[in-house]
C-alpha cells in the first residue's frame, strides 16, 4: 500500500483502523466518510472565511487608496496656494523701489495681501469641497459619510486659516525686511563717511613727531574721527572727535565738525589755536545737531621748534603722556561740543622732550567690554601704555589693539575704536 499522510493515519487510528491492509467494517467506513465530509467542510468554511476578509481587505485598501488621492491632492493645492502666495508677495516686495517710501509701499503689500487671500477662497470655498477636484470616497453608512465630510470641511477651514495667518507673517516680513534694508543703506553710508573723516595712512612720520593711528568702526556705525594737519612753521595740527550716538545722523554730525575743522585751519593758519578750534567747532555742531548731539574732542598742536605741545579739550578723556617710564594724564577742561549755542575753552602748554610718547583714544578703547559685560578700563590701559610706551609708536599701537581684541573675545564691539600714539624724536 502507498504511503499515506501522518495526519490521515491518526485520524484513521483514532477510529480503530490499525490495520491499513484489511478493509473495515460497514459501521467504521460510515464513521470515516463522515470524518472526511466534516474536513471538507471546515475547510470550505475556512476558504469561504478568506475569500470574504479578502474582499473586505480589498474594499478598505481601495477606499484608503482613494483617501490618499484625495489628500494627497489637497496637499498638492495647498503647496501650490503657498508657492503662488511668495509669488505674490515676492512681486510686492520687488515693486518697492524705495524703502524709504512707506506710503507706497503699504499700498503694494496690501494690494498682495487681497490677491492672496481672493487665490484662498477660490481653492477652499466654506461648501468644504475637496481642492483640486478630488473627492473623498469611503465605506460605511450614511451617517459616517457626513461625519467624514464634516471633518474635512473643518481640515480645509484650518488650512485656509493658517494660510491666511501665512500671508499676515509674510507682510511683517516686508516690512522687517523694508526697514533692515533702509538701517542697511544708512549704515554704509554712515561707514563711508567714517572713512572719508580719518586719515588713509597709519603711520604719519614728521622731522620731530611720529604718529600711529588705529580706527576701528563697530558693527554699528558711531561717531568716531580724527584728522592731522600740517601748519605753517613745522607745526601740526591733531584732533580726535567722538559723537554720541550712532548711525547715519552722527555720521552728519562728524562731518560738520570736520569741515568747521577744515574751514578754521585754511583761514586762520598762523593764528589757529586749539581753543579757538573748538569754540568754532562748537557752533557748527550747535547749529547742526540742534543740541540732540554732542561731541567730545581733544584738540593739539606739536610745535617743533617751541618743543612744546599745546592742547584744549572739551570734554573729551584726557590724553596720557609717558616720560622716563612715568605716565601721567594731560588735563584740559571743557563742555562737550554742542552743548550750548557758546562754550569758551582755555589752551594749556606743555614742554615735550626727546622720547616722550603720547596716546590721544576715544572712549570705546576704555569702555570696551569682555563677554562677562566688564569694561576695559582706563586703569588697563594706563598700564598698558605705560609698559609699551617706549617703543615706536606703530609697535605700542598694535600692542594695544591686541590686547583690547584679546580682552574682548567673541563679543562684538558696541562702539568705534580709535587711538593714536605718537613718539618725540
Given at each position: ?350 614742554a615735550l622732550e626727546g622720547g616722550d610718547a603720547l596716546l ?27 609698559s609699551v610706551a617706549a617703543g615706536p609708536p606703530e609697535e ?30
Amino acid at each position: 500500500m502507498a504511503e499515506i499522510d501522518p495526519l490521515l493515519a491518526r485520524q484513521l487510528r483514532r477510529l480503530g483502523l490499525e490495520d491499513l491492509d484489511a478493509p473495515p467494517d460497514k459501521e467504521t467506513w460510515h464513521k470515516v466518510v463522515a470524518r472526511i465530509s466534516e474536513h471538507y467542510r471546515h475547510v470550505a468554511d475556512d476558504r469561504s472565511l478568506l475569500t470574504r476578509s479578502l474582499d473586505l481587505s480589498t474594499n478598505e485598501m481601495g477606499a484608503l487608496h482613494r483617501q490618499l488621492l484625495a489628500e494627497r491632492d489637497r496637499l498638492r493645492s495647498v503647496v501650490v496656494a503657498i508657492g503662488d502666495a511668495l509669488t505674490i508677495f515676492h512681486d510686492a516686495a520687488s515693486s518697492q523701489v524705495e524703502p524709504s517710501r512707506p506710503i507706497e509701499v503699504g499700498s503694494t503689500i496690501s494690494t498682495a495681501k487681497r490677491r492672496f487671500a481672493s487665490k484662498l477662497g477660490e481653492l477652499f470655498s466654506l461648501s468644504g469641497a475637496a481642492p483640486g477636484g478630488a473627492t473623498q470616497a469611503a465605506p460605511g453608512s450614511a451617517t459616517q459619510d457626513a461625519a467624514g465630510a464634516s471633518g474635512s470641511d473643518e481640515a480645509i477651514n484650518e488650512v485656509r486659516v493658517q494660510l491666511v495667518a501665512l500671508g499676515d507673517r509674510l507682510v511683517q516680513l516686508l516690512y522687517d525686511t523694508a526697514e533692515k534694508a533702509s538701517l542697511k543703506k544708512q549704515l554704509e553710508v554712515a561707514r563711508a563717511v567714517q572713512q572719508m573723516l580719518v586719515p588713509s595712512e597709519d603711520v604719519i612720520e614728521r622731522p620731530s613727531l611720529r604718529l600711529a593711528s588705529h580706527f576701528q568702526p563697530a558693527a554699528e556705525c558711531g561717531g568716531d574721527w580724527w584728522t592731522f594737519h600740517d601748519l605753517p612753521d613745522g607745526r601740526l595740527l591733531t584732533v580726535v572727535g567722538d559723537v554720541t550716538g550712532h548711525g547715519i545722523s552722527s555720521a552728519i554730525i562728524t562731518g560738520a565738525a570736520k569741515a568747521a575743522c577744515d574751514v578754521v585751519r585754511t583761514f586762520a593758519r598762523e593764528a589757529i589755536g586749539p581753543a579757538q578750534l573748538l569754540r568754532v567747532m562748537n557752533c557748527s555742531i550747535f547749529e547742526a545737531g540742534q543740541q540732540k548731539f554732542l561731541m567730545t574732542c581733544a584738540a593739539c598742536i606739536f610745535d617743533p621748534a617751541a618743543g612744546s605741545l599745546t592742547l584744549a579739550n572739551a570734554g573729551h578723556p584726557f590724553p596720557y603722556l609717558v616720560r622716563n617710564s612715568a605716565i601721567r594724564q594731560l588735563a584740559a577742561q571743557g563742555e562737550p561740543l554742542g552743548a550750548a549755542s557758546s562754550a569758551e575753552y582755555t589752551s594749556s602748554t606743555i614742554a615735550l622732550e626727546g622720547g616722550d610718547a603720547l596716546l590721544w583714544f576715544t572712549d570705546g578703547v576704555t569702555e570696551c567690554e569682555n563677554e562677562s559685560s566688564e569694561q576695559f578700563s582706563e586703569k588697563r590701559l594706563r598700564s598698558l601704555f605705560q609698559s609699551v610706551a617706549a617703543g615706536p609708536p606703530e609697535e605700542a599701537r598694535d600692542a594695544i589693539v591686541a590686547a583690547v581684541s584679546r580682552f574682548r573675545g567673541e563679543r562684538a564691539l558696541d562702539d568705534d575704536v580709535t587711538l593714536v600714539v605718537a613718539r618725540v624724536s
